[in-house]
């Protein structure tokens, strides 16, 4: 699976933005799609992931009530809806994909297949 993620860009504090992220195939059922984050100097952090065998999404507290991940399976791009935005969500954002177990979801190492990385900068 090749994911295309697209969407980063400046905002200022309060605003939103959508990121995008295409694969070059359908994932199968036991996949998990998701989001993770990576500002400079810090370990690349898990921002969401939904899994398709149960269609549920999980969320880092970080980031709960503000983001939403949604997905078109038509187009297979997944999205990540950012409002409210804050500057401590400046980061490169990945898109990710793989068969991370439930307890595992929130781990990056548990994804195989990563996007290229969309800088989001968030000004106060």
């Known amino acids: 699976v090749q994911l295309q993620a697209s969407g980063g860009g400046l905002v200022q504090a309060g605003g939103s933005l959508r990121l995008s992220c295409t694969a070059s195939?359908?994932?199968?059922?036991?996949?998990?799609s998701g989001w993770f984050r990576q500002a400079p100097g810090k370990e690349r952090e898990f921002v969401g992931s939904f899994r398709w065998s149960n269609d549920y999404t999980y969320y880092a507290d970080s980031v709960k009530g503000r983001f939403t991940i949604s997905r078109d399976n038509a187009k297979n791009t997944m999205y990540l809806q950012m409002n409210s935005l804050k500057p401590e969500d400046t980061a490169v954002y990945y898109c990710?994909?793989?068969?991370?177990?439930?307890?595992?979801?929130?781990?990056?190492?548990?994804?195989?297949?990563w996007g290229q990385g969309t800088q989001v900068t968030v000004s106060s």
């Open positions: 195939r359908r994932t199968t059922s036991n996949y998990a």
């Open positions: 990710a994909a793989g068969s991370p177990i439930l307890s595992e979801i929130r781990a990056a190492r548990s994804y195989l297949y």
